[in-house]
């Protein structure tokens, strides 16, 4: 332990290098850390295929210290990473995200690092039983869990882990790029719909785009807007899908988007259509700039969307109840204009990034308080 009275302590975040969800909250506590001064932070990030070398040279532009270590072989990781422990010391170590949370905690144990802390950012990821079991032996030797929903802590209890070290902290959103909401009246909007979710398993675009054919067959043609990077096999899925139900001139495959509150706050409708979730963050930017919203009812989404209240939820991969949902909004305007209001409402209130920041670096404080440090160190 480098001393918290020297200076302030050292938190070490280690995360998926994909530039998922997980990665923008990793992001999100590194940047609070500086912003604070209470904790000096170091991303470390996990190379992955889709890793954007001009993304992590803008990061240490900004002033952000950041690493990556290979992603190729599980021990190249532990390795790596041990060896920016060693030299970072950092009195934290924060694992975030499936399988990271894994070999991030296996690294900090060789490294001695005093305190781990694994966020679990889904409800439903890929454990075998094998990776189940790894998870518990760490769970043993990790001073706190972190779900980002109560539906994600939900799952981690069913999985077994120790109900008193495991907590949910809800993801936040930066809200102040959504400032001028307001100057853009839902009647003035595009009546287009927009989706913003990298491409990979977990999103559900095919679900999607069947409820955009069905829409056509009904005499409805929107505009449909797929905003995010992800997996290059994914997004030609998606692509041939589009082919296939003749949606060309419907369907926009507008890549990594640089103003996704712009973006959202030009058009009426924002979708989630997912198989699992932890905390949607995407679906939180389109609350927060008063879209109407429409998402998948799995654990996370059913959170965020109060069915009729601020959103509409419809059954994971039900195409013809998205697209009955997507008719509603686009057929009737004062309701969709109604939904969206609260849903921003809501989203101002409960979903703003500094209550997200600030529960985890109370978290890590009280982790950091002398009696724990003697207990971690025993």
Known sequence: MSGVGAHPPRVLHFVTGGFSGATQVALDLVRAHRASGRFEPLLVLRRKRQTDPARIAALRAEGLAVRV???WSHGATICQLVRQCR????????AHGFSEHLWGRYAG???????????EHNSRERYSWWRNAQMLWLARRTQAIVGVSEGVRGALLARGVDPAKTLAIPNGVRLGPYAAAADHPFEARKPDIVMVARFARQ???ACLLHALALLRGRGLTPQLLLAGGGKASALRQAERLCDELKLQDQVQFLGRCDDVPALL???QVCVLSTHYEGMPLSLIEGMAAACAVVGSAVPGVREVIQHER???LVPEADPSAMADALERLLTQPQHAAALA???????????????????YEALF?????PTTHAEARA
Do not use: C, S, T, W
């Open 69 to 71: 270590v290979p992603g």
């Open 87 to 94: 030299r970072f010391r950092p009195d934290v170590l924060v």
């Open 109 to 119: 144990l060789l490294a001695h690092v005093p305190i781990l802390v694994q966020v």
């Open 203 to 205: 999103k559900d675009h």
């Open 265 to 267: 706050m030009a058009h």
């Open 310 to 312: 601020n959103g509409l």
């Open 341 to 359: 209001a609260q849903a921003r409402a809501d989203a101002l209130e409960h979903y703003g990034l500094p209550r997200m920041l600030d529960r």
């Open 365 to 369: 404080l009280r982790l950091l308080e």
